[in-house]
């Protein structure tokens, strides 16, 4: 959790105020990355400034296949493990998240089996 980030939210311009908090948050924390889907409303422009870069959760996650599939696997195969109601299995969770938009990252992980 980041704590702290209140007083920079004021300090931060995006093009919907709303979200100032997320890079607040980000700039508080030294992130270099923030994940998200709403690729819009985080331009470039904005972020570099503060040394922040925002990513599409797809792109994140094919890189952090790139690095190591088998930690991304392993972690994708604990999921699945602790889902109990209702249970699911690894291909399960593949569809979810494929369906949520993470196409290139399912299959990759699909081509590790």
Known sequence: ??????PLIDAVQLPDPDDRHVLAAAIRAKAQVIV???LKDFPREALTPWDVEAVHPD???EAQIDLNPQIVYAVLQRIADSCKKPPLT????LVRLERTGLVASVA????LN
Not at 1 to 6: K, R, S
Not at 90 to 93: E, H, I, Q, S
Not at 108 to 111: G, I, M, N
Request: avoid cysteine; charged fraction near 15%.
């Open 108 to 111: 990759a992980l699909r081509a």
């Open 59 to 61: 792109a994140f996650l």
């Open 1 to 6: 959790m980041v704590l702290g980030y209140e």
């Open 36 to 38: 998200t889907f709403n």
């Open 90 to 93: 690894v291909a399960d969770l």
